[in-house]
Protein backbone atom coordinates (compact mmCIF):
# COMPACT_ATOMS: atom_id res chain seq x y z
CA UNK A 1 0.00 0.00 0.00
CA UNK A 2 2.48 2.40 0.74
CA UNK A 3 4.11 2.02 -2.49
CA UNK A 4 1.25 2.78 -4.05
CA UNK A 5 0.60 6.03 -1.40
CA UNK A 6 4.53 7.02 -2.63
CA UNK A 7 3.47 6.13 -6.59
CA UNK A 8 0.77 8.67 -6.80
CA UNK A 9 2.58 11.26 -4.49
CA UNK A 10 0.13 11.00 -1.75
CA UNK A 11 2.81 10.37 0.61
CA UNK A 12 5.98 12.74 0.67
CA UNK A 13 7.60 12.16 4.27
CA UNK A 14 7.70 7.99 3.38
CA UNK A 15 9.92 7.27 6.88
CA UNK A 16 7.86 9.93 9.21
CA UNK A 17 4.26 8.03 7.28
CA UNK A 18 6.34 4.48 8.30
CA UNK A 19 7.08 5.46 11.74
CA UNK A 20 3.90 7.02 12.56
CA UNK A 21 1.64 3.59 11.14
CA UNK A 22 3.87 1.59 13.43
CA UNK A 23 2.93 3.72 15.95
CA UNK A 24 -0.48 4.19 15.54
CA UNK A 25 -0.16 0.10 15.16
CA UNK A 26 -2.17 0.20 11.56
CA UNK A 27 -0.07 -3.08 10.39
CA UNK A 28 -1.75 -4.95 12.32
CA UNK A 29 -5.23 -3.05 11.86
CA UNK A 30 -5.11 -2.99 8.00
CA UNK A 31 -8.75 -2.87 6.06
CA UNK A 32 -8.93 -3.77 2.74
CA UNK A 33 -11.24 -1.26 0.78
CA UNK A 34 -11.09 1.85 -1.59
CA UNK A 35 -10.00 4.89 0.30
CA UNK A 36 -9.64 8.35 -1.10
CA UNK A 37 -6.48 10.05 0.47
CA UNK A 38 -5.78 13.57 -0.69
CA UNK A 39 -2.00 15.10 -1.42
CA UNK A 40 -2.40 17.61 1.25
CA UNK A 41 -3.77 15.28 3.82
CA UNK A 42 -1.27 15.19 6.98
CA UNK A 43 -0.12 11.68 7.84
CA UNK A 44 -1.96 10.90 11.12
CA UNK A 45 -5.58 11.99 9.33
CA UNK A 46 -4.54 9.13 6.14
CA UNK A 47 -3.99 6.55 8.83
CA UNK A 48 -6.91 7.53 11.00
CA UNK A 49 -8.85 7.44 8.29
CA UNK A 50 -7.17 4.12 6.99
CA UNK A 51 -7.32 1.85 10.26
CA UNK A 52 -10.89 2.98 10.63
CA UNK A 53 -12.08 1.52 7.64
CA UNK A 54 -13.78 4.92 6.35
CA UNK A 55 -13.95 4.02 2.65
CA UNK A 56 -15.14 6.17 -0.01
CA UNK A 57 -18.45 4.51 -1.83
CA UNK A 58 -18.43 3.67 -5.45
CA UNK A 59 -21.75 4.69 -7.64
CA UNK A 60 -22.68 1.63 -9.54
CA UNK A 61 -25.24 2.51 -12.38
CA UNK A 62 -27.12 0.30 -13.94
CA UNK A 63 -28.54 1.24 -17.74
CA UNK A 64 -29.08 0.02 -20.53
CA UNK A 65 -28.84 -4.24 -19.72
CA UNK A 66 -30.13 -6.33 -22.15
CA UNK A 67 -28.65 -9.92 -21.26
CA UNK A 68 -26.40 -11.35 -18.24
CA UNK A 69 -23.32 -10.93 -19.86
CA UNK A 70 -23.85 -6.96 -20.07
CA UNK A 71 -24.60 -7.41 -16.10
CA UNK A 72 -21.89 -9.32 -15.16
CA UNK A 73 -19.58 -7.09 -17.08
CA UNK A 74 -21.19 -3.98 -15.89
CA UNK A 75 -20.66 -5.06 -11.67
CA UNK A 76 -17.66 -7.62 -12.26
CA UNK A 77 -15.15 -4.44 -13.24
CA UNK A 78 -16.08 -2.15 -10.45
CA UNK A 79 -15.61 -4.70 -7.26
CA UNK A 80 -12.78 -6.47 -5.78
CA UNK A 81 -14.56 -10.12 -6.96
CA UNK A 82 -14.11 -11.32 -9.78
CA UNK A 83 -16.97 -11.59 -12.67
CA UNK A 84 -16.63 -14.92 -12.93
CA UNK A 85 -17.89 -15.54 -8.97
CA UNK A 86 -21.09 -13.60 -9.96
CA UNK A 87 -22.15 -14.96 -13.15
CA UNK A 88 -22.25 -18.11 -11.11
CA UNK A 89 -24.52 -16.72 -8.52
CA UNK A 90 -26.81 -15.56 -11.62
CA UNK A 91 -27.20 -19.11 -12.82
CA UNK A 92 -27.08 -20.82 -9.80
CA UNK A 93 -30.51 -22.46 -9.18
CA UNK A 94 -30.17 -22.83 -5.39
CA UNK A 95 -29.49 -19.05 -5.33
CA UNK A 96 -31.78 -17.72 -7.08
CA UNK A 97 -34.60 -19.41 -5.55
CA UNK A 98 -32.84 -17.98 -2.21
CA UNK A 99 -34.12 -14.59 -3.44
CA UNK A 100 -37.45 -15.54 -4.65
CA UNK A 101 -36.37 -15.87 -8.59
CA UNK A 102 -34.62 -18.54 -11.19
CA UNK A 103 -31.88 -18.10 -13.40
CA UNK A 104 -34.18 -16.94 -16.30
CA UNK A 105 -35.93 -14.45 -13.87
CA UNK A 106 -32.86 -13.46 -11.42
CA UNK A 107 -32.09 -10.06 -13.86
CA UNK A 108 -35.71 -8.64 -12.40
CA UNK A 109 -34.25 -8.69 -9.06
CA UNK A 110 -31.81 -5.61 -10.42
CA UNK A 111 -33.69 -2.31 -10.84
CA UNK A 112 -31.70 0.19 -12.75
CA UNK A 113 -30.80 3.07 -10.47
CA UNK A 114 -27.44 4.33 -9.24
CA UNK A 115 -26.62 2.74 -5.94
CA UNK A 116 -23.57 3.46 -3.68
CA UNK A 117 -21.38 0.39 -2.62
CA UNK A 118 -18.03 -0.35 -1.26
CA UNK A 119 -15.29 -1.32 -3.32
CA UNK A 120 -14.67 -4.70 -1.47
CA UNK A 121 -18.57 -5.66 -1.52
CA UNK A 122 -19.19 -9.47 -1.68
CA UNK A 123 -20.95 -11.51 -4.17
CA UNK A 124 -23.66 -12.34 -1.60
CA UNK A 125 -23.92 -8.39 -0.36
CA UNK A 126 -24.54 -7.10 -3.52
CA UNK A 127 -27.30 -9.47 -4.16
CA UNK A 128 -28.73 -8.99 -0.71
CA UNK A 129 -28.36 -5.55 -1.61
CA UNK A 130 -30.36 -5.85 -4.61
CA UNK A 131 -33.05 -7.89 -3.18
CA UNK A 132 -33.86 -5.53 -0.54
CA UNK A 133 -33.90 -2.63 -3.14
CA UNK A 134 -36.44 -4.69 -4.64
CA UNK A 135 -38.53 -5.34 -1.93
CA UNK A 136 -38.82 -1.68 -1.14
CA UNK A 137 -40.04 -0.62 -4.86
CA UNK A 138 -42.23 -3.72 -4.70
CA UNK A 139 -43.98 -1.70 -2.01
CA UNK A 140 -47.76 -3.05 -1.11
CA UNK A 141 -49.28 -0.17 -3.27
CA UNK A 142 -47.59 -1.65 -5.96
CA UNK A 143 -48.32 -5.52 -5.43
CA UNK A 144 -51.52 -4.49 -5.18
CA UNK A 145 -51.44 -2.64 -8.51
CA UNK A 146 -50.03 -5.74 -9.70
CA UNK A 147 -52.51 -7.75 -8.12
CA UNK A 148 -55.22 -6.34 -9.90
CA UNK A 149 -53.74 -7.01 -13.24
CA UNK A 150 -53.36 -10.73 -12.55
CA UNK A 151 -50.06 -10.02 -12.63
CA UNK A 152 -47.28 -11.23 -10.10
CA UNK A 153 -44.51 -8.47 -9.84
CA UNK A 154 -42.36 -10.56 -11.60
CA UNK A 155 -44.78 -10.76 -15.02
CA UNK A 156 -44.41 -7.27 -14.34
CA UNK A 157 -41.28 -6.54 -14.56
CA UNK A 158 -41.46 -9.28 -17.71
CA UNK A 159 -43.88 -7.25 -19.76
CA UNK A 160 -42.05 -3.72 -18.14
CA UNK A 161 -39.16 -4.75 -20.36
CA UNK A 162 -41.46 -5.32 -23.80
CA UNK A 163 -42.65 -2.05 -23.17
CA UNK A 164 -38.86 -0.19 -22.39
CA UNK A 165 -37.28 -1.96 -25.74
CA UNK A 166 -40.56 -0.15 -27.71
CA UNK A 167 -40.51 3.35 -26.36
CA UNK A 168 -38.54 5.50 -24.85
CA UNK A 169 -41.80 8.02 -24.80
CA UNK A 170 -42.62 8.56 -21.24
CA UNK A 171 -45.91 9.65 -21.82
CA UNK A 172 -46.59 6.84 -24.56
CA UNK A 173 -45.82 3.54 -22.06
CA UNK A 174 -48.30 3.53 -20.12
CA UNK A 175 -50.62 3.14 -23.62
CA UNK A 176 -47.96 0.63 -25.08
CA UNK A 177 -48.69 -1.66 -22.11
CA UNK A 178 -52.33 -1.12 -22.62
CA UNK A 179 -52.25 -2.94 -26.01
CA UNK A 180 -50.48 -5.42 -24.23
CA UNK A 181 -52.40 -6.35 -20.79
CA UNK A 182 -55.59 -6.58 -23.80
CA UNK A 183 -53.97 -8.65 -26.30
CA UNK A 184 -52.78 -10.74 -23.15
CA UNK A 185 -56.61 -10.89 -21.51
CA UNK A 186 -57.58 -11.77 -25.14
CA UNK A 187 -55.23 -14.53 -25.17
CA UNK A 188 -53.73 -12.83 -28.12
CA UNK A 189 -49.86 -13.49 -28.90
CA UNK A 190 -47.93 -9.86 -28.00
CA UNK A 191 -45.87 -9.88 -31.10
CA UNK A 192 -43.58 -7.87 -30.05
CA UNK A 193 -40.60 -7.52 -32.00
CA UNK A 194 -38.27 -6.83 -29.38
CA UNK A 195 -38.96 -10.23 -28.37
CA UNK A 196 -38.02 -11.51 -31.70
CA UNK A 197 -34.83 -9.41 -31.49
CA UNK A 198 -33.83 -10.62 -28.09
CA UNK A 199 -34.75 -14.52 -29.04
CA UNK A 200 -31.83 -13.44 -32.01
CA UNK A 201 -29.81 -11.75 -30.24
CA UNK A 202 -28.73 -9.53 -32.31
CA UNK A 203 -29.55 -6.15 -30.84
CA UNK A 204 -28.51 -4.60 -34.32
CA UNK A 205 -31.40 -4.90 -35.97
CA UNK A 206 -34.00 -2.41 -36.97
CA UNK A 207 -36.59 -3.50 -39.52
CA UNK A 208 -37.82 -7.14 -38.47
CA UNK A 209 -38.19 -9.16 -41.18
CA UNK A 210 -41.30 -11.88 -41.46
CA UNK A 211 -39.39 -14.97 -41.98
CA UNK A 212 -37.31 -13.97 -38.39
CA UNK A 213 -40.61 -13.62 -36.92
CA UNK A 214 -40.76 -17.48 -37.18
CA UNK A 215 -37.63 -18.21 -35.16
CA UNK A 216 -38.82 -20.61 -32.86
CA UNK A 217 -37.47 -19.85 -28.89
CA UNK A 218 -39.41 -19.39 -26.20
CA UNK A 219 -39.13 -15.95 -26.31
CA UNK A 220 -40.50 -15.08 -29.00
CA UNK A 221 -43.75 -13.61 -28.86
CA UNK A 222 -44.92 -14.07 -32.61
CA UNK A 223 -44.46 -17.80 -31.71
CA UNK A 224 -45.62 -18.44 -28.21
CA UNK A 225 -48.24 -16.50 -26.70
CA UNK A 226 -48.54 -15.15 -23.20
CA UNK A 227 -45.36 -13.58 -21.84
CA UNK A 228 -41.64 -14.87 -22.03
CA UNK A 229 -40.31 -16.36 -19.47
CA UNK A 230 -37.82 -13.70 -18.27
CA UNK A 231 -37.06 -9.85 -18.62
CA UNK A 232 -35.58 -9.15 -22.23
CA UNK A 233 -33.36 -6.73 -20.48
CA UNK A 234 -33.33 -4.59 -17.21
CA UNK A 235 -36.95 -2.21 -17.43
CA UNK A 236 -36.40 1.46 -16.08
CA UNK A 237 -38.85 1.85 -12.88
CA UNK A 238 -40.72 3.84 -15.06
CA UNK A 239 -41.44 1.27 -17.53
CA UNK A 240 -43.21 -0.41 -14.71
CA UNK A 241 -45.17 2.23 -13.30
CA UNK A 242 -46.29 2.25 -16.68
CA UNK A 243 -47.01 -1.47 -16.79
CA UNK A 244 -48.94 -1.04 -13.32
CA UNK A 245 -50.65 2.41 -14.25
CA UNK A 246 -51.71 1.51 -17.68
CA UNK A 247 -53.92 2.72 -20.54
CA UNK A 248 -57.45 1.65 -20.14
CA UNK A 249 -58.50 1.70 -23.90
CA UNK A 250 -59.49 -0.39 -26.65
CA UNK A 251 -56.18 -0.66 -28.68
CA UNK A 252 -54.86 -4.28 -29.77
CA UNK A 253 -52.37 -2.71 -32.19
CA UNK A 254 -49.66 0.31 -32.56
CA UNK A 255 -46.60 0.23 -34.72
CA UNK A 256 -43.64 2.71 -35.10
CA UNK A 257 -44.94 6.27 -36.75
CA UNK A 258 -43.74 7.13 -40.09
CA UNK A 259 -42.10 10.04 -38.69
CA UNK A 260 -39.64 7.93 -37.12
CA UNK A 261 -40.27 10.16 -34.09
CA UNK A 262 -40.26 7.63 -31.45
CA UNK A 263 -44.00 7.98 -31.06
CA UNK A 264 -46.97 5.22 -31.88
CA UNK A 265 -50.42 4.83 -34.24
CA UNK A 266 -52.29 3.07 -32.22
CA UNK A 267 -55.38 1.02 -33.62
CA UNK A 268 -58.24 -1.08 -32.34
CA UNK A 269 -58.87 -2.97 -35.42
CA UNK A 270 -56.42 -4.73 -37.92
CA UNK A 271 -57.17 -2.94 -40.82
CA UNK A 272 -56.20 0.14 -39.47
CA UNK A 273 -53.16 -1.62 -38.41
CA UNK A 274 -51.91 -2.23 -41.67
CA UNK A 275 -52.82 1.06 -43.02
CA UNK A 276 -50.48 2.02 -40.45
CA UNK A 277 -47.97 -0.12 -40.71
CA UNK A 278 -47.78 -0.16 -44.43
CA UNK A 279 -46.65 3.98 -43.87
CA UNK A 280 -44.25 3.10 -41.32
CA UNK A 281 -42.66 0.38 -44.11
CA UNK A 282 -42.57 3.03 -46.60
CA UNK A 283 -40.76 4.93 -44.16
CA UNK A 284 -38.29 2.29 -43.76
CA UNK A 285 -38.10 1.77 -47.57
CA UNK A 286 -37.61 5.64 -48.41
CA UNK A 287 -34.64 5.28 -45.90
CA UNK A 288 -33.22 2.27 -47.51
CA UNK A 289 -33.35 0.17 -44.02
CA UNK A 290 -33.51 -3.16 -44.88
CA UNK A 291 -32.84 -4.87 -41.75
Avoid at 31 to 36: A, F
Avoid at 70 to 94: P, Q, Y
Avoid at 238 to 261: G, M, Q, T, W
Wanted: proline share 6%; charged share 25%.
Amino acid sequence: MLDSLTKNNTVNDKTSFQFLSKLMKYPELVKVGRYRIRPDMANYAALKMLRSGDQVPLRLTFNNIRVKSDLVHKVGTRFEFDSLSFARMLDSDSVCRYYGFTPTTIMAMFLPDTYELFWNTTPQKLMGRMKSEYDKFWNPERRRQANLLNLSPIEVSVLASIVEAETKNQIEKPRVAGVYLNRLRKNMPLQADPTVIYALGDFGIRRVLKRQMFFDSPYNTYVHTGLPPGPINLPDPRSIDAVLKAESHNYLYFCASPELNGTHFFASNYEDHLSNARLYQQALDRLGIKK
